[in-house]
């Protein structure tokens, strides 16, 4: 494909997607006025065409685009009930149809909306497949067939009622569509489980309510957060003041085993200072009655501050 043709592409998801993404009136106004393209004859498409084939002509190309946008919405709005908004589906149909209309042999006694369908049907097909599920799932042609199909053949079956299809529905359409038995059970199972929601999805259109508004918030209130900062902040206040009690060899090893997110060993210290690891325990337990009895004096019962 051309460089051309990969900026017309980038352009068009651009001015579609962005402005307009979150509004129901700026997307109809948008699909109404690809509805009132005017159509093309044949020669005329066959001259536009021509035109962009051995000319390079942008202005060609882009006529012959607008003048089947129609075309696109059209098919579009069979794929409306995967979960997908019809706007993203009629903006994939376009890049489809932009595929089309550059790989369109004028030349060849085919009308090219007879053409371009089958690329745009692939653009929205691939679409809707990856962004049916976060989770990646094989998209090999049997795969893409099921998909497409499978509730189609099942409603044909008539056993709606049930909640999955008996073993003979199953190996029925199997038969149908000429792929394995076990794929149609686990496209079965995936399509029962639809599509993913976005949490910030409307329940309906009537409601200002979102899906995220029911999922409980587990963490603590704002009353809790405030008195936890408060206290924490008392907490490293009085141990400050505890440690400011202890020479400077207590200080170091309580800081060492008790304040460091790597502690050091007790042998590890005794290496730094020159001593036994027995005698490090000896300053710590020294250390640590100090503080307690620091704390005390002040604040009266410790275990109020840990």
Known sequence: MCVFIIIYILIFHISVRHPNQHSKLADTEFIHRLMQEPLLDKEKEIELATAWRDGKDEKALHTLIQSFSRLVVSIAVRFRFYGIPLIDL?????????????K???SRDVRFSSYAKWWIKASI?????????????????AQKQLFFNLKRLQSNLAN????????SELESIAQTLNVALRDVVEMEKRLSMGNDLSLSAPINDSLNIEWQDFIPDESPSPEILATQAHDDTW???WLGFAIDT????????????RLSENPKTLEQIGVELGVSKERVRQIEGRALRKMRQALIHYIGDVKELF
């Open 90 to 102: 009629i903006q994939e149909g376009n890049v489809g149809l932009i595929i089309a209309a550059d």
């Open 104 to 106: 369109f042999d004028p």
């Open 125 to 141: 097909q691939d679409y809707i497949l990856k962004n049916w599920s976060i989770v990646r799932n094989s998209a090999t042609t």
């Open 160 to 167: 709606m009622a049930n909640e999955h299809l008996e073993q």
């Open 235 to 237: 907490r490293k206040y």
């Open 246 to 257: 202890l020479n400077e060899r207590e200080a170091f090893v309580i800081e060492s085993r």
